[in-house]
């Protein structure tokens, strides 16, 4: 059964860190383009930052460069989103994708982790 499993979220202070994992089932990441997502309370889901699956070039909405790092161990089949300096326009639900394109399409989604920034 494919699955991915978010931890790691939590309540912090502003300027505070947390490192999200995300771990794969059912799978193997290595060949998948692996994201995480954000959605707030009232607002659409966006993109924070994704790796590929070749190289592992990375790239970050704006309003987290220079915080968020996103990271891959395929030996371990998982993903990580270490974010620092947190701020409390980072609260949201966090969410794990994994994208393979081409024949072979698929698109997995996890359960989301919550991560509230707030003193």
């Known amino acids: 059964q494919v699955q991915l499993a978010e931890s790691g979220g939590g309540l912090v202070q502003p300027g505070g860190s947390l490192r999200l994992s995300c771990g794969a089932s059912?799978?193997?990441?290595?060949?998948?383009?692996m994201s995480w997502y954000r959605q707030a309370p009232g607002k659409e889901r966006e993109l924070v930052a994704r790796i590929s699956s070749v190289g592992g070039y990375t790239n970050y909405v704006d309003s987290v460069k220079g915080r968020f790092s996103i990271s891959r161990d395929n030996a371990k089949n998982t993903v990580y989103l270490q974010m620092n300096s947190l701020k409390p326009e980072d609260t949201a639900v966090y969410y794990c994708?994994?994208?393979?394109?081409?024949?072979?399409?698929?698109?997995?989604w996890g359960q989301g982790t919550q991560v509230t920034v707030s003193s």
């Open positions: 059912g799978f193997t990441i290595s060949r998948y383009s």
């Open positions: 994708n994994a994208f393979l394109g081409g024949v072979y399409q698929s698109n997995y």
